[in-house]
């Protein structure tokens, strides 16, 4: 169960919450711009698809299950890839709204924040002079005091609930403290093997995007899971992105991409699409030999139920 082989799982994350229409003209906002650079991703290598949607009208963060509606299934139609429902939604949000469409559709996978945590991109505002819409400015300065809230119970709520339809869970884990509470649901029989662990570092209130610092996630996963029980991603925000990831596959990790973790492709240079970020991973991989897991691959490797048992 562990990353034993030399396949490495690419999940690509293709819009998120937290980053706003002015911080990238390319984040896809409208469901139609998420369809087609979700549909891209998938095909150049993106075996697993972490979904979020906007209001149409003004790109900002949506729980509305007739939004998520407006692509998923069109993405289902057109794509083998595993499609990955986020049930973090935004800090704006309450846990009923971050469950809806999730609840609806019971995908093979969704996501799952293991703890509460303070979250915020707010530092960026200040170099922002130019907004594009009305409501970023206030949204990403306003980080500043929100809490993003993961409680035990809410925790424990969504594994028992999720447990009934089959979908298997993104365990996003933005501190070493998050592996423990995700090893106290593992104790008490909430989680089971094969398990997948999306290792977050470099969010203003989470562990730093320093190597020292995935070594630590890594070998405390080891201690607390053994490593044939779980399958460990690698995502690095911002700048960090694509060093940070390549550094985890080398240590026999899979990795994560994506306009929601960062707009750029390199130095001063901003990803033109999701796209872009998926091809430049799988690049770098295939020059080191890694090969890239396909989504049947994928869905091997992390338990998944399949496809034709969801209901998108």
Avoid at 56 to 66: A, I, L, M, N, Q
Avoid at 94 to 115: Q, V
Avoid at 275 to 300: C, H, N, W
Wanted: aromatic share 8%; with cysteine.
């Amino acid at each position: 169960m562990g990353n034993s082989s030399s396949k490495v799982i690419i999940t690509c994350a293709v819009t998120g919450s937290a980053h706003v229409p002015s911080m990238s003209e390319y984040l896809p906002l409208t469901p139609d711009d998420i369809r087609t650079q979700a549909l891209e991703a998938a095909g150049a290598g993106a075996a697993i698809l972490h979904l979020h949607a906007r209001d149409p009208k003004d790109g900002r963060p949506t729980p509305s299950p007739d939004v998520f509606r407006q692509f998923v299934p069109a993405i289902a139609a057109q794509t083998d890839a595993v499609i990955n429902i986020s049930t973090g939604g935004s800090t704006r949000m309450t846990l009923d709204e971050r469950l809806a469409y999730a609840r609806i559709a019971k995908p093979e996978m969704c996501s799952l924040n293991m703890g509460s945590m303070n979250f915020s991109l707010h530092p960026v505002a200040a170099r922002i002079s130019s907004w594009r819409f009305d409501w970023e400015k206030e949204y990403v300065e306003g980080m500043e005091d929100m809490i993003f809230r993961n409680t035990f119970r809410d925790i424990k709520n969504i594994l028992t609930e999720f447990e009934d339809y089959g979908t298997r869970f993104e365990f996003e884990c933005y501190d070493v403290g998050h592996l423990y509470n995700l090893a106290y649901f593992v104790d008490i029989g909430l989680i089971k093997p094969p398990f997948f662990i999306q290792s977050v570092f470099g969010i203003l209130g989470g562990i730093g995007a320093d190597p020292e610092n995935l070594s630590l996630m890594r070998s405390t996963a080891d201690r607390l899971f053994g490593r044939e029980n779980y399958q460990l991603s690698i995502l690095g925000a911002g700048r960090h992105q694509m060093s940070l990831v390549t550094m985890g596959a080398i240590m026999g990790g899979n990795v994560r991409v994506g306009l929601e973790d960062s707009v750029y492709l390199s130095r001063g240079v901003k990803a033109r699409s999701n796209a872009d970020q998926v091809r430049k991973i799988s690049r770098i991989l295939q020059e080191l030999s890694f090969d890239i897991a396909t989504p049947a691959d994928a869905r091997a490797m992390l338990g998944l139920k399949g496809r034709e048992n969801v209901s998108l």
